[in-house]
């Protein structure tokens, strides 16, 4: 209770002072039940290709003489790229990522008669691709993921003052995981929507007309495009407000340089992450891990089923409820041990935008495990773990006044194994309170 009075008592100073001429003027939204915009929202097709190549080259060297003489230097040579394609859309999303790095150094120190020489290689590639369609614009969908990385790395001693012979230590690791998905439901990102409602507010404390339902989906669907005007474009605040302000403005006077900025300050505005939608996903996937050192090799290979549903609801423009559950089966097969793990996950989520300043999130999660191990050398054990977690975060911003956090949580979880005496519980909390108040700034 006294922590809830501090946290009240600050936030009310920041409402009473620190602001001035520019500070910000918008808060919430006028009509937060307003939900016509919301209900026809649908996903922009739209998507970039990026292609990226670098270079890096780097040298050393040290000559001394005298009574100590002593010679060292070396050489690093480093290529990497990247290629990415990324679609998103209400029909299909899809992304292929394929990037690769290649590192060589070569180093040495000593003098002239006495030194030690080394030469170190390596070279990293994979791919990465994931695709899932919705047939026939319904609610059902299909999905395939899959990615594969693998790594090679070789250190050499060409010569050396404590290595005699010098040793060679070579390294490989390959990993690839493929899944599959069956769907029924659709969930949408909304938080350019929101964006965009909030960017109605701040043109009517300019003097201009809000945005009509229509036209806030317009500018929506440019919002949702962000991502990818930051991956595109070196300077891609220009690119993007102008592709915003083009539908938002349509037929009225331009802005000024002051104005616009305004306007760009949607983008700081902590709204959280919002989503419309319920969706239930059935898959399976297949992994397998491989590593070798020298000629001694290790493979691990981990598969099963899993579950995921969510379901989420905006009351408003302020309120979102959400919930989600997840539950795996999986069984892992090693040269050392098996196991067979079952987990699972519920959690329950309020999001409250008390208005663009505030942002509160209450969360209740309940997890669990079942874990069977065996293997060679060890007879087969049992473990079972649950546990609860509680919390509670607010956010604040005050422009030129106040900024504050503060975080309640707790938990309890409890553990048992396969014989009686092994089970053991605990409750934990943590708080964090921490605010930066202004409390005095002029400019002259």
């Not at 007309?209 to 317009?218: E, M, N, S, T, Y």
């Given at each position: 209770?006294?922590?809830?009075?501090?946290?009240?008592?600050?936030?009310?100073?920041?409402?009473?002072?620190?602001?001035?001429?520019?500070?910000?003027?918008?808060?919430?939204?006028?009509?937060?039940?307003?939900?016509?915009?919301?209900?026809?929202?649908?996903?922009?097709?739209?998507?970039?290709?990026?292609?990226?190549?670098?270079?890096?080259?780097?040298?050393?060297?040290?000559?001394?003489?005298?009574?100590?003489?002593?010679?060292?230097?070396?050489?690093?040579?480093?290529?990497?790229?990247?290629?990415?394609?990324?679609?998103?859309?209400?029909?299909?999303?899809?992304?292929?990522?394929?990037?690769?790095?290649?590192?060589?150094?070569?180093?040495?120190?000593?003098?002239?008669?006495?030194?030690?020489?080394?030469?170190?290689?390596?070279?990293?590639?994979?791919?990465?691709?994931?695709?899932?369609?919705?047939?026939?614009?319904?609610?059902?969908?299909?999905?395939?993921?899959?990615?594969?990385?693998?790594?090679?790395?070789?250190?050499?001693?060409?010569?050396?003052?404590?290595?005699?012979?010098?040793?060679?230590?070579?390294?490989?690791?390959?990993?690839?995981?493929?899944?599959?998905?069956?769907?029924?439901?659709?969930?949408?990102?909304?938080?350019?929507?929101?964006?965009?409602?909030?960017?109605?507010?701040?043109?009517?404390?300019?003097?201009?007309?809000?945005?009509?339902?229509?036209?806030?989906?317009?500018?929506a669907e440019v919002l949702a495009r962000e991502s990818g005007y930051r991956m595109v474009f070196d300077r891609p605040d220009r690119q993007l407000w102008r592709d915003v302000l083009e539908p938002a403005l349509e037929g009225q006077e331009p802005l000024d340089p002051y104005e616009i900025m305004y306007l760009t300050e949607i983008l700081a505005e902590d709204l959280g992450f919002r989503r419309e939608g319920w969706q239930v996903l059935v898959g399976a996937s297949f992994q397998e891990t491989r590593r070798s050192l020298g000629d001694a090799t290790d493979s691990i290979v981990f598969k099963g089923p899993y579950l995921r549903m969510e379901w989420s609801r905006n009351l408003s423009l302020q309120h979102q409820l959400r919930l989600d559950a997840n539950l795996d089966h999986g069984f892992a097969r090693g040269a050392y041990s098996d196991q067979d793990r079952t987990s699972g996950r519920i959690s329950a989520e309020h999001l409250w935008n008390v208005s663009d300043r505030y942002l509160l999130t209450s969360d209740l999660a309940l997890n669990g495990m079942y874990l069977e191990s065996e293997g060679p050398l060890a007879d087969l054990a049992i473990t079972r773990v649950a546990y609860s977690t509680l919390s509670s975060d607010l956010r604040v911003r005050l422009e030129d006044s106040l900024a504050m956090t503060a975080r309640v949580r707790g938990s309890y979880q409890m553990n048992r194994g396969g014989d009686p005496k092994s089970y053991s519980h605990a409750w934990s909390w943590d708080y964090v309170l921490a605010f930066d108040y202004v409390l005095d700034r002029f400019l002259y």
């Open positions: 209770m006294r922590l809830f009075t501090v946290i009240c008592g600050v936030a009310c100073i920041g409402l009473s002072g620190g602001q001035g001429g520019f500070a910000q003027t918008s808060v919430g939204f006028e009509d937060p039940a307003d939900l016509t915009a919301l209900t026809t929202y649908r996903l922009p097709d739209w998507g970039y290709r990026t292609w990226d190549l670098g270079f890096d080259l780097s040298g050393r060297g040290y000559d001394g003489h005298g009574a100590h003489p002593q010679v060292s230097g070396g050489v690093h040579l480093g290529l990497n790229s990247a290629w990415v394609v990324d679609h998103q859309g209400e029909d299909r999303t899809w992304r292929l990522d394929l990037n690769g790095d290649l590192d060589y150094s070569r180093s040495r120190y000593g003098n002239a008669e006495r030194y030690s020489s080394y030469r170190f290689f390596s070279g990293e590639g994979g791919i990465q691709a994931d695709w899932r369609a919705y047939p026939g614009k319904g609610d059902l969908s299909y999905g395939l993921e899959g990615r594969y990385e693998r790594d090679y790395s070789e250190w050499k001693g060409d010569r050396s003052l404590v290595l005699d012979p010098p040793v060679t230590d070579i390294q490989r690791t390959g990993d690839g995981r493929v899944a599959a998905t069956l769907g029924i439901g659709r969930l949408r990102d909304i938080t350019p929507l929101i964006r965009a409602a909030r960017l109605s507010e701040r043109l009517k404390v300019l003097g201009r007309p809000g945005l009509a339902p229509d036209r806030i989906r317009l500018v």
